[in-house]
């Protein structure tokens, strides 16, 4: 009988630099922050912004976007359920080796279903996982259509689009939500620094 696919006989190697030692050379604490939404809700700029903004305090950070991954380590997967299911347990294994790499990692993937945030959430110590809800209306989504894809949606020509004909499932208890102020989506580098607050606050940027 094959013993190449099943997991007994695995051990776990201690190593003698632990996330401790790592966090105080880099001065903060590892932590995900999981930014989720629509396509189009501004996910990779706020991203993006974020990781701008934690460079210029010196503070290490790396992101991983749904859509780079999907170029490499997930790019045997489509977006049907299960391959949605296992693109997001893949991102949020990685996201947790960068955390125990003392990294701020900052994850932006639309990961619609709650199920898999979830899982997510829970491959890491409660306060670590923070998730970041976009919460900016469909038709905002839509008007902005930076890649096209509603449009194709619309027509037919995308199957299974989130928000159009798959579901998107609203965080219930996620630690930050970006919502438009007076029907404007506020400035990125506004939303940056509202996520950064939080990360200050809770002493992720510093080692005491
Ligand atoms: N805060 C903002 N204010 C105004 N425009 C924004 C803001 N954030 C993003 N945008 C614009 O919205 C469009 C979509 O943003 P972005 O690519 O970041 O979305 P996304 O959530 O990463 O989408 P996808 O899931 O398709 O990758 C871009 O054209 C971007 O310039
Ligand atoms: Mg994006």
Redesign the pocket.
């Known amino acids: 009988m094959s013993t190449l696919n099943n997991s007994t006989n695995i051990f776990w190697q201690e190593c003698p630099v632990g996330k401790v030692e790592r966090q105080k050379l880099l001065n903060q604490k590892g932590c995900v922050v999981w930014i989720t939404?629509?396509?189009?809700?501004?996910?990779?700029?706020?991203a993006c912004s974020l990781s701008r903004e934690l460079h210029s305090k010196g503070k290490l950070s790396y992101i991983l976007d749904?859509?780079n991954l999907r170029h490499g380590l997930n790019k045997d997967l489509g977006f049907k359920a299960e391959d949605r299911a296992e693109n997001i347990r893949r991102v949020g294994e990685v996201a947790k080796l960068f955390a125990d790499a003392g990294l701020i990692c900052i994850a932006?993937l639309?990961s619609p279903y709650r199920k898999d945030r979830d899982a997510c959430r829970a491959m890491l110590p409660e306060p670590n996982f923070i998730e970041v809800f976009?919460n900016m209306p469909l038709e905002l989504c839509e008007s902005?259509d930076?890649?096209g894809?509603y449009k194709l949606a619309r027509a037919g020509k995308i199957k299974g689009f989130t928000g159009i004909d798959d579901p998107y499932e609203r965080p219930l208890n996620c630690e930050i939500e970006i919502e438009q102020k007076d029907g404007v989506?506020?400035?990125?580098a506004a939303?940056a620094g509202q996520v950064v607050s939080y990360l200050e606050d809770k002493g992720f940027l510093q080692v005491e």
């Open positions: 939404g629509l396509s189009g809700s501004g996910k990779s700029t706020l749904g859509d932006s639309i976009m902005r930076a890649k894809l989506c506020p400035k990125p939303l």
